[in-house]
């Protein structure tokens, strides 16, 4: 147990982007109240790579929709760059969202019928502002997760860790303070999961700030540091000194081509 962690001095220089302050949420249906969240408080840093782990239920979607400003907090105050976001009304934290949250999702969520470049530019058209350099930033995230070649393909045209790929891009395409995914690699066969891992530690490197819950260990050990949800409330945090090199494991692993070979060989296929 660690309850000081947030108090730690490495923590404490630098920027605090993130940071809940005793956030609670309760969900009414009918006369029952769920307490999902219970008093959370939070605190991440600019450039960390964090992973959030809990049993089903534990309440991890529900931080991450209020970190993400799709939902506000029943209690407690929620500032996000500064900015207090808890007491915010839907079109003002739909502006906050577009400008400074990315999401990324377990089952991708992307339109099956537009290409590439349509997916990614997306969150461009949903921003009030006016975006300059459009077709340049759309090029420059599917390049960043190494999709360049592949802008006309529409999702039924690629596999599993392409799409996941699509989606990623689509997060970045407005620079956003932090990425928010929720069991990114829960789809993939483990390559491509470690692929994907890659590609969050690439970014993360590059010092974008990056949220990720999950509920395997060994996906949650690529990151600096677990946070533990049990019943609302944070139980537990580690610090993970070594994270998990997805570029090193991946050279390791066998590459998905000389699996199918070697079933062939066996004549399993
Ligand atoms: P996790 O993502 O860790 O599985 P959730 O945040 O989805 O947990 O859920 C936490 C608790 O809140 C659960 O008991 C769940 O049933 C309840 N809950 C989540 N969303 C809603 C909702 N929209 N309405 C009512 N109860 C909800
Ligand atoms: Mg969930």
Known sequence: MNNNFNKSSDIKKQNIIIDTADITKTYKIGDIEVK?????????????????????????S????????LDIPTSGDYFLENIDVSKLNDNQLADIRNKKVGFVFQTFNLLTKANAIHNVELPLIYSKDKIRNKDKKIRVALKSV????????RPSELSGG????????????????????????????????????????????????????????????????????????????????????????????????????????????
């Open 36 to 60: 999902a969240l219970r008093g959370i408080n939070l605190k991440i840093s600019e450039g960390e790579f964090v992973s959030i782990m809990g049993p089903s239920g534990s309440g991890k």
């Open 62 to 69: 529900t931080l991450m929709n209020i970190i993400g400003c």
């Open 162 to 269: 392409e799409r996941q790929r699509v989606a990623i891009a689509r997060s970045l395409v407005n620079d956003p303070t932090i990425l928010l995914t929720d069991e990114p690699t829960g789809n993939l066969d483990s390559v491509t999961g470690e692929e994907i891992m890659a590609i969050f530690q690439k970014l993360n490197k590059k010092g974008k700030t990056i949220l990720l819950v999950t509920h395997e260990l060994d996906v949650a050990q690529h990151t600096h540091r677990i946070v533990y949800l049990r019943d609302g409330i944070i139980s537990n945090q580690e610090k993970i000194e070594n994270p998990i090199d997805a570029e090193e494991r991946l050279k390791q692993m066998p590459k998905l081509e000389d699996k199918m070979n070697s079933l062939r060989k066996s004549k399993v296929l």
């Open 146 to 153: 190494g999709l360049k070649g592949w802008e006309k393909h």
